[in-house]
């Protein structure tokens, strides 16, 4: 079983940078997606936005000006967002499942089948 635990959320102003963590355990990286997904405030995790995915490369369908980043490092993904916005706050959870799944694939959230509890990332001044 993929086990994800989130982390490096937090209350950011304007115009900072967080990185996210997601650390995983039961499965080898290189054989599963992972992917960054943000509920909005009032939303339900099921209407949680794609942000982005990685497997052996990254995918994304908009970085927002280069704003994210996803890479991964041994058993750990990150989300590295920078010039943080008042609309960026939610709460951020990472997806996995333990195969790989293309770009158009990896950006739906019920292809998914593990997910960490979420990190809350509240931006504001």
């Known amino acids: 079983q993929l086990q994800l635990v989130e982390s490096g959320g937090g209350l950011v102003h304007p115009g900072g940078s967080l990185r996210l963590s997601c650390a995983t355990s039961?499965?080898?990286?290189?054989?599963?997606?992972i992917g960054w997904f943000r509920r909005a405030p009032g939303a339900e995790r099921e209407e949680s936005s794609f942000i982005m995915c990685i497997s052996t490369v990254p995918y994304w369908l908009d970085s927002d000006g280069g704003r994210f980043t996803i890479f991964k490092d041994k058993d750990t993904v990150y989300l590295q967002i920078e010039n943080l916005k008042p609309e960026d706050t939610g709460v951020y959870y990472c997806?996995?499942?333990?195969?790989?799944?293309?770009?158009?694939?990896?950006?739906?959230?019920?292809?998914?089948?593990?997910w960490g509890q979420g990190t809350q990332v509240t931006v504001s001044s």
């Open positions: 997806a996995g499942t333990p195969r790989y799944l293309p770009g158009n694939q990896c950006t739906k959230s019920h292809e998914y089948d593990y």
């Open positions: 039961g499965f080898t990286l290189d054989y599963v997606t």
